[in-house]
């Protein structure tokens, strides 16, 4: 029997982003036998005897935290402001290391953080000789302060000029910790995997092959997780939505899966992606492409006549997709403005009844309570060199909501047959609107004209009637800015509750394992119970993933605008001194921020530059003109004036 040694353990507990483990799951994953568990635990007690691990709830154990010496200053790089939202301050990345502006003063230097709370960091004279004048680096601290009370460093990386799109774009995925780069040891992984499905696995499977079941995504789309099939049924309706099975290549406690646990979300950038799993997986074995066998996960769903569930069963399976499928040319199709191709006309009677299914869904979801918003989402326009020449509002057809609607209608199943199971899972919450929030709703809305009932106990249907009014009309944004701006944000849990925005008794994540890693824990759990397998998880371990996803997804979705704000600023350089018709979009203490109209473009008011900013009042929903006065990719924004 071989002995681990410490590090080896450490480096266990490391890989899989410092998540606590059982004595019993470290000696798994070590490849220990039973017989060597009792001296795991000798050799894990004295790691704790010197400070190398800890012990916590559920006798788990976890990396103990060193806590390093810092240089004296009088500001903390190490935690955020207790005024701010974000989990960092903006500049400081992993490590300690800063993302700043070098500037040359004489015969030396130093790095402006992107952070102004951050006193500058002085360099020395041999140090600057390779760097040109206002470049983007990276800086790493000295354990010394200067005879005036700066900071020292040295700088580890040059990222570009500052202030060009192409550094800014760098800078931003260094600030986050973002990479398309995977670890060696996922290399290693991926090159056994095999591209061909054993016999042996497909006769475990439901067959599903030769049923019409395809994809449709967006023109844009590159990983396919999900594919949908239907047919008519004595008393209505049987819908398959089959899901990419990830399960099946990312096993528990690898790499692949250490890693994406790491990383919980992909994070889709305009024009490119950083993904959860690797290439091989996301765009090619687990990517419902259209005429390759693929396993999946199958939701069997029986709907009745009036668009409710009435059957569901979930079990693996292996498809063949018949057609890849975009948004457009399902509603073009038909709409009967689209040419089918030859070999896809078998597929327009499927989609026909698709639509029958998915406008009776919709129609019962909404009696039910769902929130219909309509939010319009940036769409940039490039020119044939990839440069960013328009934005334009995205379009959304009936295509993207039918298949918005068959994906809530599988997570919806699955969060019910996992609630029956009592099995612990990850399950995905959207709390009530608090009070407070809704007293500024209701004054909000009042201003605009529309009257919210004086109870309390607001529910979705109350919001929907407002929703309903402002269609169609020139306030319909606005509306739906203050409605949306009330409720709170939806997260992972342990917990089993309601989703208030769709008016959902239970509701999970099971539709996107190839991009969300929730889903893929939810799949696993699927195993379990297919399989007869006890739980993978238990509830704590459940309750961290949970917890560490909702924080990675509130990253993604902070990095994702930071990234169009970017693209956005760099489209309205040439417009510096044009006026503008726009509409105020919120209103806060240090100015406002407005819509350009035109160029479906936000920028900031800042309250100084407005005169009497303490007498005046602004409505969200008020016309205003602007005139643009800086466009700042530095600083990620565009900063505008009021001109009447």
């Known amino acids: ?330 509603a073009e199709n038909l709409s009967k403005k689209g040419r089918i191709p030859e070999g896809q006309k078998h597929i327009l009677p499927v989609l026909r009844i698709m639509k029958e299914l998915y406008e009776k869904i919709r129609r019962h979801r909404i009696k039910s309570g769902k929130l219909d918003l309509d939010i319009p989402e940036p769409n940039l326009v490039r020119d044939e060199l990839g440069r960013v020449v328009d934005v334009i509002k995205s379009n959304r057809n009936f295509a993207h909501e039918m298949i918005e609607e068959f994906m809530i209608a599988a997570n919806v199943g699955v969060a019910c047959y996992l609630c029956d199971s009592k099995v612990p899972s990850i399950y995905r919450i959207h709390e009530t609107p608090d009070p407070d929030s809704l007293v500024k709703l209701k004054e909000g809305l009042k201003k605009l004209g529309y009257m919210l009932s004086a109870s309390e106990d607001i529910d979705t249907l109350d919001l929907q009637r407002i929703i309903n009014q402002s269609k169609g009309k020139n306030d319909e944004v606005p509306v739906n800015m203050l409605i949306l701006r009330s409720l709170k944000r939806a997260y992972y849990s342990v917990l089993d509750e309601e989703h208030f925005g769709l008016a959902l008794i239970h509701y999970t994540h099971f539709t996107s394992p190839i991009r969300r890693y929730p889903d893929l824990i939810v799949h696993r759990i699927i195993n379990s119970l297919l399989f007869k397998k006890s739980p993978p998880y238990d509830e704590k371990t459940v309750e961290w993933i949970s917890e560490h996803s909702s924080k990675r997804e509130r990253l993604a979705n902070l990095v994702e605008r930071e990234a169009m704000s970017l693209e956005r600023t760099q489209l309205m350089k040439p417009y510096i001194g044009e006026e503008f018709e726009a509409v105020v979009i919120s209103v806060l203490p240090f100015g406002m921020f407005v819509e350009i109209k035109e160029m479906f473009v936000e920028g900031l008011v800042p309250k100084d530059s407005i005169l009497n900013w303490r007498k005046r009042w602004f409505d969200i929903g008020q016309k205003v003109k602007i005139k643009v006065v800086a466009a700042s990719l530095e600083k990620r924004g565009i900063t505008l004036n009021l001109v009447s």
């Open 1 to 330: 029997m071989t002995i681990p040694k410490p590090k080896e353990i450490l480096k266990l507990l490391k890989s899989s982003n410092g998540r606590p483990m059982r004595s019993k799951e470290i000696s798994n994953r070590l490849g220990m036998p039973k017989e060597g568990r009792p001296l795991l635990k000798k050799i894990l007690r004295k790691m704790i005897a010197h400070g190398k691990l800890t012990r916590g709830d559920g006798g788990k154990y976890a990396v103990a935290e060193h806590k390093k010496a810092s240089p004296k200053r009088n500001y903390n790089i190490d935690k955020p402001r207790a005024a701010s939202s974000s989990a960092k301050l903006k500049g400081v990345i992993k490590d300690g290391k800063i993302i700043g502006e070098f500037v040359r003063t004489g015969k030396t230097g130093k790095i402006i953080p992107r952070d102004s709370l951050i006193p500058h960091i002085i360099l020395q004279p041999n140090e600057i000789k390779q760097l040109r004048n206002h470049s983007l680096v990276v800086a790493e601290l000295h354990n010394k302060i200067s005879s005036n009370g700066r900071l020292r460093g040295s700088v580890v990386d040059v990222l570009g000029k500052a202030g060009d799109l192409d550094t800014e774009k760098k800078g931003l995925l260094i600030e986050y910790d973002l990479s398309n780069e995977f670890p060696a040891a996922i290399i290693g992984e991926l090159n056994k995997i095999s591209e061909q499905i054993p016999d042996n696995e497909v006769k475990t499977r439901v067959d599903l092959r030769k049923d019409t079941i395809f994809t449709i995504d967006g023109e844009d789309a590159k990983d396919f997780d999900d594919a949908v099939g239907i047919q008519r049924i004595r008393g209505g309706y049987k819908l398959w939505v089959c899901i990419a099975d990830v399960s099946y290549y990312a096993k528990m406690g690898n790499a692949i899966d250490n890693e994406a646990l790491s990383r919980g979300t992909s994070v889709y950038l305009p024009g490119r992606v950083i993904p959860m799993l690797p290439e091989k997986l996301s765009n090619h074995l687990c990517s419902l492409v259209p005429y390759e066998d693929r396993l999946t996960k199958t939701a069997e769903m029986d709907f009745n006549h009036k668009g409710e569930m009435v059957g569901f069963k979930i079990y693996n399976s292996i498809i063949s997709s018949s057609a890849r499928l975009t948004y457009t040319e399902v």
